[in-house]
């Protein structure tokens, strides 16, 4: 069984930073790629940024240049860094994760701190 367990969110002015990290644990496992995703009320989940163990990096566009993903593989985590916040980032911010345990590819989710920016 592998956990992910998130801290950082909560309540910051627009124009403000935030981060945000998730770390891993549990059963033996390697991480495939590690990420976030957020979802606001009343619309879809959407991808903040992934990052895989050897580094390589995926941004949503909304986010470029604002975001900074980076992965501790030795602490299994994953930290999300934000920054010049806007009106349009608050969301639910969900850690995924990519987990190869037993040569079996598993996906896993955490709750997702809050991120709410106000104006």
């Known amino acids: 069984q592998v956990q992910l367990v998130e801290s950082g969110g909560g309540l910051v002015q627009a124009g403000g930073s935030l981060r945000l990290s998730c770390a891993a644990s549990g059963s033996p496992f390697s991480i495939n790629t590690m990420g976030w995703y957020r979802q606001a009320p009343g619309k879809q989940r959407e991808l903040v940024a992934t990052?895989?163990?050897?580094?390589?990096?995926n941004y949503a566009d909304s986010v470029k240049g604002r975001v900074t993903i980076s992965i501790n593989n030795a602490k299994n985590t994953v930290y999300l860094q934000m920054t010049s916040l806007k009106p349009e980032d608050p969301a639910v911010y969900s850690c995924y994760a990519d987990l190869i345990i037993a040569w079996s590819r598993r996906d896993y989710w955490g709750q997702g701190p809050q991120v709410t920016v106000s104006s």
């Open positions: 990052i895989t163990s050897g580094g390589s990096t």
